[in-house]
Nanobody, 124 residues
Framework: QVQLVESGGGLVQAGGSLRLSCTAS????????VAWFRQAPGKEREVVSA????????YYADPVKGRFTIPRDNAKKTVYLQMNSLKPEDTAVYSC?????????????????WGQGTQVTVSS
């Protein structure tokens, strides 16, 4: 079992930065792939970024490439989402999720463990 808690959301002006944290409990967290999802009002949930179990492989959705990174610290049982050059269209509820299978980190299916979500609002 893995339990996830997100933190770090908030209100920021366009062009600013935020760092989200996804902190886990459970001894086997270091073996799990982790993804950040977001869902904006009226839109479907989408994978923003994902990392494999050791941070050696990452995925970024096209809208965030070059602006977001997903560093991982297994010793702290934490995966971060560093968001730079934020845009109003990045406004959404951001959630982290984990799955054991690291072979297809960009596939939204199979993410079994979820955090509660944190709101990110980017003002223009």
């Amino acid at each position: 079992q893995v339990q996830l808690v997100e933190s770090g959301g908030g209100l920021v002006q366009a062009g600013g930065s935020l760092r989200l944290s996804c902190t886990a409990s459970g001894r086997t967290f270091s073996t799990y792939a982790v993804a950040w999802f977001r869902q904006a009002p009226g839109k479907e949930r989408e994978v923003v970024s994902a990392t494999n179990w050791n941070g050696g492989r990452s995925y970024y959705a096209d809208p965030v490439k070059g602006r977001f990174t997903i560093p991982r610290d297994n010793a702290k049982k934490t995966v971060y989402l560093q968001m730079n050059s934020l845009k109003p269209e990045d406004t959404a509820v951001y959630s982290c999720a984990a799955k054991w299978d690291s072979r297809s980190i960009a596939d939204p299916n199979g993410y079994d463990y979820w955090g509660q979500g944190t709101q990110v609002t980017v003002s223009s």
